[in-house]
């Protein structure tokens, strides 16, 4: 699975939009995008995933580069309750295979979300 | 309904036992994996079940074992318990049936050895 780099820390204020970039320059056709976030001492928890086209949903959007090696997690409003370290992974997904089960955590970026 | 369980939520074991984890995954998950998680650092992969049979091992000593049984449910077991085992280990699932699926992660079993 291609590998990811994001900025170790960002700091944000309430009510303002955070925007979390994430590189993958090395990925490949047949791999998606997912984010996730992990709150201090809670498992991970998804957030979303796209392939080639931006997505949204009601946590948060994702905007993908047309080149596909870059993307950023966008959450419109950010609350104190968003702090927490947020993961970008890349994920290929083979027909018929399980492959999503196995996820390449990095170190994450750190959101810190200020009042 | 219930998300994905895990018992015992925290756990105390000294050097050179054995330990058993266990994890529910949300009714109708068929693909259970397991992570772990030392203070600091992102979760590493250990092991993937899907429908009872090992689909998955990320690079872990046979010190650690897993299985997955016909309700789905799984455990993890790890013996020869070393210091350095010490973390956090969380479970996850998925329905095992789509193409690009979403884990969903259980609060995971906080094991600390002495």
């Known amino acids: 699975d291609a590998k990811t780099t994001q900025p170790p820390s960002m700091d944000c204020a309430e009510g303002r939009a955070a925007n979390l970039p994430c590189n993958h320059s090395?990925?490949?056709?047949?791999?998606?995008v997912y984010w996730y976030r992990q709150i201090h001492s809670q498992g991970p928890q998804y957030i979303i995933h796209g392939l080639k086209n931006n997505e949204t949903n009601e946590m948060a959007s994702l905007i993908i580069t047309e080149d596909r090696k870059s993307s950023t997690l966008i959450l419109p409003h950010a609350t104190l309750r968003d702090t927490a370290v947020y993961y970008c992974i890349v994920v290929r997904v083979t027909i018929g295979g399980t492959s999503y089960g196995k996820l390449t955590f990095g170190q994450g970026t750190i959101l810190t979300v200020h009042p | 309904d219930a998300g994905v369980t895990q018992s015992p939520t925290h756990l105390i074991k000294t050097r050179g036992q054995h330990v058993t984890l266990r994890c529910s995954p949300i009714?109708?998950?068929?693909?259970v994996s397991w992570y772990q998680q030392v203070l600091g650092q992102g979760p590493q992969f250990i092991f993937q079940?899907?429908?009872?049979?090992?689909?998955g091992r990320g690079n872990f000593p046979d010190r650690f074992s897993a299985r997955q049984f016909p309700n789905y449910s799984s455990e993890l077991n790890v013996n020869a318990l070393l210091l350095g085992d010490s973390a956090l280990y969380l479970c996850?699932?998925?329905?095992?049936?789509?193409?690009?699926?979403?884990?969903?992660f259980g609060s995971g079993t906080q094991l600390s050895v002495l």
């Open positions: 079940y899907y429908e009872k049979e090992e689909r």
């Open positions: 996850a699932s998925s329905p095992g049936t789509g193409k690009a699926e979403k884990l969903f």
């Open positions: 090395t990925i490949s056709g047949n791999e998606y």
């Open positions: 009714s109708g998950h068929k693909s």
